[in-house]
């Protein structure tokens, strides 16, 4: 149990003094942007107080409750300084819902705002940004907050659970988790409406209407229809959806607007259907799915026998 003890409290001093050495990085990265920009743009005006305040989001806060911990990390007091931190947690998903407009405003001034852009080009020579441009620095805060999880976790496992400590660092866990959890699903939301976009750019007119409230992006690619009637093969496009299929097919390559579009064929409602995996139709190779709406049959080919296993398990997922 000694021993036990010792390797515990061994890995702790490792992690703790790892915390805090990271930390004063982390410190001394946000502080570049407070004081070469954040201050300086105050006092000059070159950015009106709205739009300085979406770029840099809530950066000053940030930096505050960093320094805080790192004080009482320098102390010792890892329990009392992590709970404290744990208060200002939140931060980090307002700063994480305010990134993607932080960014497109800070193009946008790039574009219009002839002084901002020559003062960041002058701001990025300093010896002390090592070439860095300001854009590599705005995500740094959510890149630390993945390290705290693993920081905190590490603190946790090596700790001795009947000590007062271990319910702080517990708590802390948990907190951090959650927050990156909650950061975590801005990201999946905003990648699931950048697919939702490039899809229906893709589809010619705006009759199929992509972009729906709820709606989540799976997966697509290029299957065989089997037509009931023995007539040939049919190469289209599917996009799946959380509740819809969407088949299409290129639209005529010399055609002047739409030759790189798709012209949508159907579009078929999940919510009644199901899916069964037909094999057989070529020795081991491929594979053919069925899949069975109220008033349709649709029977698509591969060839390729992992992409119809793929394309099964998707189908299946989405349905239930």
Same mark, same amino acid.
């Given at each position: 149990?000694?021993?036990?003890?010792?390797?515990?409290?061994?890995?702790?001093?490792?992690?703790?003094?790892?915390?805090?050495? #990271?930390?004063?990085?982390?410190?001394? *990265?946000?502080?570049?942007?407070?004081?070469?920009? !954040?201050?300086?743009?105050?006092?000059?005006? #070159?950015?009106?107080?709205? !739009?300085?305040?979406?770029? =840099?989001?809530?950066?000053?806060?940030?930096?505050?409750?960093?320094?805080? &911990?790192?004080?009482?990390?320098?102390?010792?007091?890892?329990?009392?300084?992590?709970?404290?931190?744990?208060?200002?947690?939140?931060?980090?998903?307002?700063?994480?819902?305010?990134?993607?407009?932080?960014?497109?405003?800070?193009?946008?001034?790039?574009?219009?705002?002839?002084?901002?852009?020559?003062?960041?080009?002058?701001?990025?020579?300093?010896?002390? +940004?090592?070439?860095?441009?300001? /854009?590599?620095? &705005?995500?740094?805060? &959510? *890149?630390?907050?993945?390290?705290?999880?693993?920081?905190?976790?590490?603190?946790?496992?090596?700790?001795?659970?009947?000590?007062? /400590?271990?319910?702080?660092?517990?708590?802390?866990?948990?907190? !951090?988790?959650? !927050?990156?959890?909650?950061?975590?699903?801005? +990201?999946?939301?905003?990648?699931?409406?950048?697919?939702? &976009?490039?899809?229906?750019?893709?589809?010619?007119?705006?009759?199929?209407?992509?972009?729906?409230?709820?709606?989540?992006? %799976?997966?697509?690619?290029?299957?065989?229809?089997?037509?009931?009637?023995?007539?040939?093969?049919?190469?289209?496009? +599917? =996009?799946? =959806?959380?509740? %819809?299929? %969407?088949?299409?097919?290129?639209?005529?390559?010399?055609?002047?607007?739409?030759?790189?579009?798709?012209?949508?064929?159907?579009?078929?409602?999940?919510?009644?259907?199901?899916?069964?995996?037909?094999?057989?139709?070529?020795?081991?190779?491929?594979?053919?799915?069925?899949?069975? =709406?109220?008033?349709?049959?649709?029977?698509?080919?591969?060839?390729? *026998?992992?992409?119809?296993?793929?394309?099964?398990?998707?189908?299946?997922?989405?349905?239930?």
């Amino acid at each position: 149990v000694e021993d036990q003890r010792a390797r515990w409290e061994r890995k702790r001093s490792r992690t703790a003094k790892e915390l805090l050495e #990271t930390e004063h990085k982390y410190l001394e *990265q946000l502080d570049l942007v407070l004081t070469y920009f !954040v201050t300086i743009l105050k006092a000059k005006g #070159t950015l009106k107080p709205a !739009v300085l305040e979406t770029i =840099f989001g809530p950066l000053e806060s940030l930096y505050s409750a960093s320094h805080v &911990l790192s004080l009482h990390l320098e102390e010792g007091n890892l329990g009392p300084g992590l709970e404290n931190f744990c208060q200002n947690l939140n931060l980090y998903g307002h700063y994480a819902e305010n990134l993607e407009q932080a960014n497109k405003i800070l193009k946008e001034q790039l574009r219009k705002n002839k002084s901002f852009r020559r003062f960041k080009k002058l701001q990025e020579t300093r010896p002390q +940004f090592q070439g860095r441009e300001l /854009e590599d620095l &705005l995500p740094l805060p &959510l *890149q630390r907050l993945h390290q705290y999880k693993h920081f905190f976790r590490d603190l946790l496992e090596n700790t001795s659970p009947d000590t007062a /400590e271990y319910q702080k660092l517990a708590k802390a866990v948990k907190s !951090v988790s959650e !927050v990156s959890q909650w950061v975590q699903d801005i +990201f999946d939301k905003r990648k699931n409406s950048l697919q939702l &976009l490039r899809v229906q750019k893709l589809l010619k007119g705006q009759k199929t209407q992509v972009l729906t409230p709820g709606r989540w992006y %799976i997966r697509e690619g290029w299957l065989l229809v089997v037509p009931s009637k023995g007539e040939e093969l049919k190469r289209r496009m +599917f =996009f799946l =959806f959380s509740d %819809i299929l %969407i088949a299409a097919k290129p639209c005529h390559p010399l055609h002047l607007l739409n030759s790189n579009k798709l012209s949508c064929q159907a579009v078929y409602s999940l919510h009644q259907c199901s899916v069964d995996k037909v094999f057989g139709h070529t020795r081991s190779q491929g594979g053919l799915l069925s899949l069975s =709406f109220p008033h349709k049959t649709l029977l698509l080919m591969s060839s390729n *026998q992992q992409e119809i296993h793929d394309w099964y398990r998707s189908l299946t997922t989405a349905v239930r």
